[in-house]
Structure formats: structure tokens, C-alpha cells
């Protein structure tokens, strides 16, 4: 995932190899055209387009063309949607129109790019590669749901006949807890089980009452709260949830209270304090 501010000074016309991209634009000043395979976009200010097709040559003209650009791969952009692995996406996606479904639908991926490019990007300790796994998630998903495609729904499947076995779930579970400092999804904990990822889902709902990724989020947020509990000379609230995968501090607040009771900077005071008196108290005797 990409995110560049440009500027074109001028007129410019291109014709450009296919990038092997999805290139969305969304246009501060000037304006910018593209035609590929017969789709025509044209955008100026505040409207939202994408360049090409992916994986296709597209023409290009701008002018004084200031102009955030979002670039995400393909196999990424299906393959977040569908649940399904790089290896297992049926594509090449095409869009239906590189022009928005409603405005509705620009603002969405525009305040999804300004939180991003703004709250996470711009602060190098909440930009951890767990942040960074889900944000660039969000921006796919987002990017599709945005642009009319042709990426399908996974394919309906019956439940494999051995997903009810408690020894999947273990196993499951211990891919989860031996990565939960990476970036994994449902996609890499179904291959790591070798079953498919609505089998994965259907075993932790039938055995947990939860899904993998709630799953996932509980031992992250478990780690999380040793470390508030250790308080770390220096260590700050924001730090140890985008650590742990918690991009909103907010959200990181309300979770956390509600499954421990108090809120995290709390937490983090009390262990501070804690170690401050520990400190204090160890005085050497002297001997009589």
C-alpha cells in the first residue's frame, strides 16, 4: 500500500504500460482524464477516480494536477474481500467503471485515506506492521466497496467433514498464539490448519461463540494489559496498543475497560507507581 501526494505542473499526456496496480486518485487542484479498454474517467477537484484497469495500458492527461494517490496490489484488494489466499483469487478483478458508486461512496474512501494518510502514517509509533496489515486491509476493502467490480463472493462450500475436531481448533489456537505479534489473517490461519477459512470460522463459532479474528484481537489486547501491567519507565498508553495492533486509542480505551474494568492509563499509572515506592523502599540497612 501507497499513499503519495503529487503534483504535475502543466499539461502532461502519458500512455503508460499496465501498472500491475490499483491506482485511485483523488484530485486537491487542477484536473486529471484516463481512458483503458474503453472506460473514461475525468476528475477534478475533490472527486475520486481510479487511472486504469489493473494489469491493463491506460491513456492519461492532467493539468496542474495536485492530487493524493493511493496504490494497492490487486491479488490484495480481491483476496482481503473474498477471504481467500494470493494463490487462490480468480481474477484478473476488472472494474465495472473507474468513476465512484455515489458520492456516499467517495466520502467513504476519502475519510478512510485522510484517517490513514493522518493518524496512522503520520506517527511512526502507531504505524507498527500490525497497524499497518489492518489499515491496508481497510483501504482494499474500502477501494472495492467504492468502485463497481467484478471481484465475487467466495464460492458456497459445505463445511469440510473435519472441522468439528477439537485437535483443528488446538491447532488453530496455537497458530494464533505463536503469531500474534504478526500481521496474520483468516486467510493465514486457515492454511496453517489446512482447511478453508469459513471452516476456520465455523469451528470457533460453534466452540468459542467467537470468530478468529475476535479471537486474535483478545490475545493481543491480553498482551497488551502485561505490558500496561509492567509499566515500562517512559512507556505511554498509545505506544503499547499500536504495539499490539490498536490503531484508535479510543477504541483501545473502551475495549480494554470493558474486560478489565478500569481504563488502560490507569493501568499503566498504578504500575508506575507501584514501581516508584518499590524503588524508594530499597534503602540499605544498617547494621547495629
Same mark, same amino acid.
Given at each position: 500500500m501507497t499513499i503519495d501526494d503529487v503534483y504535475v505542473a502543466g499539461h502532461l499526456e502519458v500512455?503508460?504500460?499496465?501498472?500491475?496496480?490499483?491506482?485511485?486518485?483523488?484530485?486537491?487542484?487542477?484536473?486529471?482524464?484516463?481512458?483503458c479498454e474503453g472506460f473514461e474517467c475525468r476528475a477534478a477537484k475533490d472527486d475520486? /477516480?481510479?487511472l486504469s484497469?489493473?494489469?491493463?495500458?491506460?491513456?492519461?492527461?492532467?493539468?496542474?494536477?495536485? *492530487?493524493? !494517490? @493511493?496504490v494497492l496490489n490487486p491479488s490484495l484488494v480481491v483476496g482481503v474481500v473474498n477471504g481467500m489466499s494470493f494463490g487462490e483469487v480468480e481474477g484478473p478483478i476488472r472494474f465495472f467503471r473507474l468513476t465512484p458508486d455515489g458520492a456516499a461512496a467517495a466520502r467513504l474512501w476519502q475519510n478512510t485515506v485522510v484517517y490513514v494518510k493522518e493518524n496512522v502514517l503520520a506517527d511512526d509509533a502507531l504505524a507498527t506492521p500490525l497497524v499497518l496489515g489492518h489499515v491496508t486491509r481497510l483501504l482494499a476493502a474500502v477501494t472495492l466497496?467504492?468502485?463497481?467490480?467484478?471481484?465475487?463472493?467466495?464460492?458456497?462450500?459445505?463445511?469440510?467433514?473435519?472441522?468439528?475436531?477439537?485437535?483443528?481448533?488446538?491447532? /488453530?489456537?496455537?497458530?494464533?498464539?505463536?503469531?500474534?505479534?504478526?500481521?496474520?489473517?483468516?486467510?493465514?490461519? *486457515?492454511? !496453517? @490448519?489446512?482447511?478453508?477459512p469459513r471452516a476456520v470460522q465455523y469451528m470457533f463459532r460453534r466452540h468459542l461463540a467467537t470468530t478468529p479474528l475476535q479471537y486474535l484481537r483478545r490475545a493481543r489486547l491480553n498482551y497488551?494489559?502485561?505490558?500496561?501491567?509492567?509499566?515500562?519507565?517512559?512507556?505511554?498508553?498509545?505506544?503499547?496498543?499500536?504495539?499490539?495492533?490498536?490503531?484508535h486509542t479510543g477504541r483501545f480505551a473502551v475495549l480494554y475497560r470493558q474486560t478489565y474494568g478500569q481504563s488502560p492509563h490507569i493501568t499503566l499509572s498504578s504500575s508506575s507507581s507501584r514501581r516508584h515506592v518499590l524503588r524508594s523502599d530499597h534503602r540499605p540497612h544498617r547494621l547495629a
Open positions: 500512455r503508460a504500460d499496465a501498472p500491475n496496480k490499483v491506482v485511485a486518485v483523488w484530485p486537491t487542484g487542477g484536473r486529471v482524464s484516463s481512458a475520486v /477516480a481510479l484497469q489493473p494489469y491493463l495500458p491506460f491513456v492519461a492527461c492532467s493539468d496542474d494536477l495536485r *492530487a493524493t !494517490a @493511493v466497496s467504492t468502485f463497481p467490480n467484478s471481484a465475487r463472493v467466495p464460492r458456497s462450500c459445505s463445511h469440510d467433514h473435519t472441522d468439528h475436531q477439537p485437535v483443528l481448533l488446538r491447532r /488453530a489456537i496455537e497458530f494464533i498464539d505463536a503469531n500474534v505479534q504478526r500481521d496474520v489473517g483468516l486467510t493465514d490461519i *486457515a492454511e !496453517a @490448519v489446512h482447511v478453508t497488551a494489559h502485561r505490558e500496561l501491567l509492567a509499566g515500562r519507565q517512559g512507556a505511554t498508553v498509545t505506544e503499547i496498543a499500536a504495539r499490539w495492533g490498536f490503531a
